[in-house]
Antibody
Framework: QITLEESGPTLVKPTQTLTLTCTFS??????????VGWVRQPPGKAPEWLGV???????RYSPSLKRRLTITKDTSKNQVVLKMTDMDPVDTAKYYC????????????WGQGTLVTVSS | DIQMTQSPSSLSASIGDRVTITCRTS??????LNWYQQKPGKAPQLLIY???SLQSGVPSRFSGSGFGTHFTLTISSLQPEDFATYFC????????FGPGTKVDIK
């Protein structure tokens, strides 16, 4: 059974760096083809893909946010970490950790999400 | 960037109704199109991948079709648990989601 759980601050100030951790179980990020990503969703709006990291440490980022994002993994801890710099109130959203499926670019498992508010 | 639209933005339907939601893209994306269902306060759930393949565990009343720039999600007989918001997502270019279609009770 695959599960993912996000953890991190619920409130950050403008210009600060957001760090979120995804702890997962039911699969290994050292297995060929596996990818774990991040998706965010502002309140009342559509989801927005942020990026993904693969078993071989290959990474893909949203072109519009690439300069602000870093995704890393700790395979031994079954964790993936998202860092987003220069946070702004428009970055207020629920941030989801997701497991990338093997049929293409679908996300077949999602964490419950964590709401991050950006405010001074 | 590939732009996405969904229609309608919302609809009201009754139990047992056949419901069709449309997703259009600004460029040809072949069949790189997925559908998700989201209930209030919950994470999206994958329903359909590759435009027409049913995700494991998803009821067969859900079906998807389309190719290129025009796609549809059909619920053959709406059930109480199907009242939710539905998003399409393309994976041909930089991943993007459609704006969503809210299905509520008539």
């Amino acid at each position: 059974q695959i599960t993912l759980e996000e953890s991190g601050p619920t409130l950050v100030k403008p210009t600060q760096t957001l760090t979120l951790t995804c702890t997962f179980s039911g699969f290994s990020l050292s297995t060929s083809g596996v990818g774990v990503g991040w998706v965010r969703q502002p309140p009342g709006k559509a989801p927005e893909w942020l990026g993904v990291i693969y078993w071989d440490d290959d990474k893909r980022y949203s072109p519009s946010l690439k300069r602000r994002l870093t995704i890393t993994k700790d395979t031994s801890k079954n964790q993936v970490v998202l860092k987003m710099t220069d946070m702004d109130p428009v970055d207020t959203a629920k941030y989801y950790c997701v497991h990338k499926g093997f049929n293409g670019w679908e996300f077949d498992y999602w964490g419950q999400g964590t709401l991050v508010t950006v405010s001074s | 960037d590939i732009q996405m639209t969904q229609s309608p933005s919302s609809l009201s339907a009754s139990i047992g109704d056949r419901v069709t939601i449309t997703c259009r893209t600004s460029q040809n994306i072949n069949t790189y199109l997925n559908w998700y269902q989201q209930k209030p306060g919950k994470a999206p759930q994958l329903l359909i991948y590759g435009a027409s393949s049913l995700q494991s565990g998803v009821p067969s009343r859900f079906s998807g079709s389309g190719f290129g720039t025009h796609f549809t999600l059909t619920i053959s007989s709406l059930q109480p648990e199907d009242f939710a918001t539905y998003f399409c997502q393309q994976s041909s270019g930089a991943l993007t989601f459609g704006p969503g279609t809210k299905v509520d009770i008539k």
